[in-house]
């Protein structure tokens, strides 16, 4: 039989059906790292709505009565330009929602608990590929209801019988949160069975880095947490839709109170542990030390996530509760501050007498380490219930959770990204972007969250719409517009950032360990092929074990043996 030669057209044809193929696996892949990077690509994006929410409410607070014609008539519905109280309410709710539950839980265990768990332990993957995809794409129809939801404006927190007055976006956000759940919990099932069952040959509990034990801890908080959030989500969408009274009517509004924060004063810690791991590393890394006390840190990681479950009666001081369970919750409220001690204590000690590098990742390390301390402090405050009434309900409570979610989580964040940029991508991001992008968002950060504190104590409430209506507030007016300036810089340096990240693509390849690293994904090429090592790894030794700190020797590959 002769052959046929084939034309240019299906040579196009062909060619143009392997390219789709490509990228339909790409989108749908199961590789873990593929999955990382989509969760970490989603949740930027939902930054930078979340942020503008922000600087929407800061804008009001400061001039509330400007006119702003152009974002009022398109986007506010008001002739005058003015926001109006219900909007303003939407405007809260949506930023709570979108930077707690579509950034910073998402970048913190979707996109580095996808990527670094696998590679840090010496897995090909996750134990359950396909439910971890499954994991990331139900986050879409999670997308879909956060945007049919606008209009919700019962807070983040959705406390009854307030959330059962609000219509259908109110049911669309109870819904968004509940697919987010599921999400979490999907993933959690995961890390867990993975750190447990696939650690490669030597990589023993007390050889796995800070950050794969931060994640582990993290993923059984979320898989012990989640169920109830869920269960109560999907109890207040059958008060919504079925009639029934578990929050409304007959039910118990506080109800929902206990069940909310059961989870999500652990989703603290599910927001704050995986960035306390990845500081714990970067900083070792760039102090060329071993980290000080590593068995301290993990103890320390148990600790606060065990403690975590104890403590969240503290949001509810104001609610009414017997003083003896308010003491009961303050006192494990101040308890958990001596783990979070350790752990400062270390970080400064790993640092001390080290020959430190003060590269992008290791300054927004440090900053993570000095804002965590300011929030903790902060919070040690309000674990007082006596001053928590008085300070429960103002911007103290801004100030001080904003210095332990993003003076924390996304400074932390920041040091991640740009440390394992080079891993994901096979090149560096630029480093003098990187510094000014560190100092414009530091400084901003501060200007902007610090005075809020001095808001606070002048007895600043939270979630009012227009300063100017209130005769006892007209003093807080100009540190008010200090804040929204200061706010509006820091947005603008996240700029730098966003140019600096995806024009980072385009740049020269790195090596696999352009750090010097001693962890183990750095023992893998840049970016890691399909199933991360060229042969099976074997641990010889764990990531803080090398003897003399400053040499370049001393950070060999793990499956490299002595």
Same mark, same amino acid.
């Given at each position: 039989? #002769?052959?046929?030669?084939?034309?240019?057209?299906?040579?196009?044809?062909?060619?143009?059906?392997?390219?789709?193929?490509?990228?339909?696996?790409?989108?749908?892949?199961?590789?873990? *790292?593929?999955?990382?990077?989509?969760?970490?690509?989603?949740?930027?994006?939902?930054?930078?709505?979340?942020?503008?929410? !922000?600087?929407? @409410?800061?804008?009001?607070?400061?001039? /509330?009565?400007?006119?702003?014609?152009?974002?009022?008539?398109?986007?506010?519905?008001?002739?005058?330009?003015?926001?109006?109280?219900?909007?303003?309410?939407?405007?809260?709710? @949506?930023?709570?929602?979108?930077?707690?539950?579509?950034?910073?839980?998402?970048?913190?265990?979707?996109?580095?608990?996808?990527?670094?768990?696998?590679?840090?332990?010496?897995?090909?993957?996750?134990?359950?590929?396909?439910?971890?995809?499954?994991?990331?794409?139900?986050?879409?129809?999670?997308?879909?209801?956060?945007?049919?939801?606008?209009?919700?404006?019962?807070?983040?927190?959705?406390?009854?019988? &307030?959330?059962?007055?609000?219509?259908? !976006?109110?049911?669309?956000?109870?819904?968004?949160?509940?697919?987010?759940?599921?999400?979490?919990?999907?993933?959690?099932?995961?890390?867990?069975?993975?750190?447990?069952?696939?650690?490669?040959?030597?990589?023993?509990?007390?050889?796995?880095?800070?950050?794969?034990?931060?994640?582990?801890?993290?993923?059984?908080?979320?898989?012990?947490?989640?169920?109830?959030?869920?269960?109560?989500?999907?109890?207040?969408?059958?008060?919504?839709?079925?009639?029934?009274?578990?929050?409304?009517?007959?039910?118990?509004?506080?109800?929902?109170?206990?069940?909310?924060?059961?989870?999500?004063?652990?989703?603290?810690?599910? @927001?704050?542990?995986?960035?306390?791991?990845?500081?714990?590393?970067?900083?070792?890394?760039?102090?060329? *030390?071993?980290?000080?006390?590593?068995?301290?840190?993990?103890?320390?990681?148990?600790?606060?996530?065990? &403690?975590?479950?104890?403590?969240?009666?503290?949001?509810?001081?104001?609610?009414?509760?017997?003083?003896?369970?308010?003491? !009961?919750?303050?006192?494990?409220?101040?308890?958990?501050?001596?783990?979070?001690?350790?752990?400062?204590?270390?970080?400064?000690?790993? &640092?001390?007498?080290?020959?430190?590098?003060?590269?992008?990742?290791?300054?927004?390390?440090?900053?993570?380490?000095?804002?965590?301390?300011?929030?903790?402090?902060?919070?040690?405050?309000?674990?007082?219930?006596?001053?928590?009434?008085?300070?429960?309900?103002?911007?103290?409570?801004?100030?001080?959770?904003?210095?332990? &979610?993003?003076?924390?989580?996304?400074? !932390?964040?920041?040091?991640?990204?740009?440390?394992?940029?080079?891993?994901?991508?096979?090149?560096?991001?630029?480093?003098?972007?990187?510094?000014?992008?560190?100092?414009?968002?530091?400084?901003?950060?501060?200007?902007?969250?610090?005075?809020?504190?001095?808001?606070?104590?002048?007895?600043?409430?939270?979630?009012?719409?227009?300063?100017?209506?209130?005769?006892?507030?007209?003093?807080?007016?100009?540190?008010?517009?200090?804040?929204?300036?200061?706010?509006?810089? @820091?947005?603008?340096?996240?700029?730098?950032?966003?140019?600096?990240?995806?024009? #980072?693509?385009?740049?020269?390849?790195?090596?696999?360990?352009?750090?010097?690293?001693?962890?183990?994904?750095?023992?893998?090429?840049?970016?890691?092929?399909?199933?991360?090592?060229?042969? /099976?790894?074997?641990?010889?030794?764990?990531?803080?074990?090398?003897?003399?700190?400053? =040499? =370049?020797?001393?950070?060999?590959?793990?499956?490299?043996?002595?």
């Amino acid at each position: 039989m #002769s052959s046929i030669p084939a034309t240019g057209a299906s040579l196009d044809h062909a060619h143009s059906s392997r390219l789709r193929a490509s990228i339909l696996s790409y989108i749908f892949s199961v590789d873990h *790292k593929v999955i990382g990077i989509q969760f970490l690509i989603s949740a930027l994006i939902w930054m930078l709505f979340g942020g503008l929410l !922000a600087l929407a @409410m800061r804008w009001q607070l400061a001039w /509330p009565a400007s006119d702003m014609p152009v974002l009022g008539r398109w986007l506010f519905g008001d002739q005058a330009g003015q926001i109006s109280p219900s909007f303003y309410n939407a405007l809260f709710t @949506m930023h709570g929602t979108v930077m707690t539950f579509l950034v910073i839980i998402p970048l913190l265990t979707g996109a580095f608990g996808n990527y670094l768990i696998p590679l840090m332990i010496g897995a090909a993957d996750m134990a359950f590929p396909r439910l971890n995809a499954f994991s990331y794409w139900i986050m879409w129809p999670a997308f879909f209801c956060i945007v049919l939801s606008w209009g919700a404006a019962a807070g983040w927190t959705s406390y009854p019988p &307030l959330a059962l007055t609000h219509g259908d !976006a109110q049911t669309w956000w109870l819904a968004s949160l509940t697919l987010i759940g599921v999400s979490s919990l999907a993933g959690s099932i995961n890390y867990i069975t993975t750190v447990i069952a696939m650690r490669a040959p030597g990589m023993n509990w007390m050889r796995m880095p800070m950050t794969v034990w931060a994640l582990f801890v993290t993923a059984i908080l979320q898989a012990l947490a989640l169920p109830v959030l869920t269960a109560a989500s999907v109890m207040q969408l059958s008060d919504r839709l079925a009639g029934t009274d578990f929050f409304a009517g007959e039910g118990q509004p506080l109800l929902w109170q206990h069940l909310f924060w059961f989870y999500s004063h652990p989703a603290v810690y599910v @927001m704050i542990l995986p960035a306390m791991g990845i500081v714990s590393d970067v900083i070792s890394c760039f102090a060329r *030390k071993p980290l000080f006390g590593y068995v301290p840190m993990v103890i320390a990681t148990v600790a606060i996530g065990a &403690l975590g479950f104890l403590v969240w009666g503290h949001h509810m001081f104001t609610s009414g509760m017997n003083p003896a369970v308010g003491m !009961a919750f303050a006192l494990a409220t101040l308890l958990i501050a001596v783990p979070s001690g350790i752990k400062t204590f270390n970080w400064i000690a790993t &640092l001390w007498g080290g020959a430190i590098q003060f590269t992008t990742p290791m300054l927004f390390a440090i900053s993570f380490v000095s804002m965590f301390i300011i929030g903790g402090l902060s919070g040690i405050y309000l674990g007082a219930s006596t001053l928590d009434v008085f300070l429960h309900d103002t911007y103290f409570i801004v100030a001080h959770f904003h210095y332990a &979610l993003f003076g924390g989580s996304v400074m !932390a964040i920041f040091a991640g990204i740009y440390y394992w940029y080079p891993k994901m991508f096979g090149r560096t991001m630029n480093e003098t972007l990187g510094k000014w992008h560190f100092v414009l968002t530091f400084i901003f950060f501060n200007a902007t969250f610090f005075p809020m504190h001095f808001l606070g104590l002048m007895g600043f409430p939270r979630r009012v719409p227009d300063v100017a209506l209130y005769e006892s507030l007209n003093g807080t007016l100009p540190i008010n517009a200090f804040i929204t300036i200061s706010a509006m810089g @820091m947005g603008l340096a996240q700029v730098i950032f966003a140019a600096n990240f995806f024009g #980072s693509l385009f740049g020269p390849k790195t090596g696999a360990n352009p750090w010097h690293a001693n962890t183990l994904e750095w023992s893998a090429p840049s970016p890691p092929p399909h199933g991360n090592f060229v042969t /099976p790894p074997h641990v010889y030794r764990g990531p803080y074990e090398y003897s003399v700190p400053g =040499e =370049e020797s001393d950070f060999l590959p793990q499956s490299q043996a002595p």
